[in-house]
């Protein structure tokens, strides 16, 4: 893993050519999302498989609306207290800059104020190849270094997602419980297992 070129803030981009990487790792770029990014999303997205074991919020069918849509939402969404770092990030082909998945996170109110839950896909043309895991392992690193009071971060994953259990564990994540049966999509009733990465327990991952 490389942060060499990690930064809070790129370069505007021009309008019409993809902002520059914010992440350049062995396998993938990661960088601010662009209305140009639209139509490889929603490629990416529109697929039952995709969908599965993610929540209501990713529509399936996923159209090109629905693209737009998430574009809009993941360019203004900032932290409260940090307006010039954009936390969503896009993952891309180093060789061509197109779209093969997407990393991001949700803040918590009050008392958990400092902690983060991160949520995350990879096209399905593209699993299995340890882009996840290379990507979300210096994702964590770069909010806890970006974001100083933030303590913990956290994933909920659907019960049965094994591929994802892989990537958190792979990334110092630890399994911390289970909320029993407190997932229901489509009439199905399931856990949510329930995972956790301590900044001390990241600065220890090389
Ligand atoms: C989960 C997801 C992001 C993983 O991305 P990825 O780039 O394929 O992940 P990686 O290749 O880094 O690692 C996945 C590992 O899980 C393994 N795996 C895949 N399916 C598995 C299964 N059913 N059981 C056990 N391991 C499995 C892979 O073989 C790989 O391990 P390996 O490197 O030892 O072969 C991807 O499958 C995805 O986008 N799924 C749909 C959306 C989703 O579920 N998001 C997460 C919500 S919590």
Redesign the pocket.
């Known amino acids: 893993m490389s942060l060499t070129e990690a930064t809070a803030n790129p370069p505007p981009s021009q309008e019409n050519s993809f902002p520059p990487p914010v992440l350049t790792l062995s396998k993938c770029i990661l960088r601010p999302i662009h209305p140009m990014d639209a139509p490889a999303i929603q490629r990416a997205c529109n697929s039952p498989v995709?969908a599965?074991?993610?929540s209501y919020r990713f529509p399936s069918p996923y159209t090109i609306e629905d693209a737009h849509r998430w574009i809009g939402i993941a360019s203004s969404f900032r932290v409260p207290g940090s307006p010039d770092i954009l936390p969503s990030l896009v993952i891309c082909d180093p060789a061509t800059n197109e779209v093969v998945?997407s990393i991001g996170i949700k803040t918590k109110e009050d008392v958990e104020e400092f902690s983060f839950e991160i949520?995350?896909?990879?096209r399905e043309a593209?699993?299995?190849?340890?882009?996840?895991?290379?990507a979300c392992r210096a994702y964590c690193k770069w909010l806890f270094e970006m974001y100083p009071k933030v303590n913990r971060l956290e994933?909920?994953?659907?019960e049965g997602?094994?591929?994802?259990v892989?990537?958190l564990e792979r990334c110092g994540f630890v399994h911390e419980g289970t909320k029993r049966k407190a997932g229901t999509k489509h009439g199905r009733v399931f856990d949510i297992w329930v995972y956790g990465l301590l900044r001390e327990e990241c600065e220890l991952l090389n």
């Open positions: 995709m599965k074991y993610m998945g949520g995350y896909w990879i593209s699993w299995g190849k340890g882009i996840m895991t290379e994933a909920d994953v659907f997602n094994y591929a994802s892989k990537v």
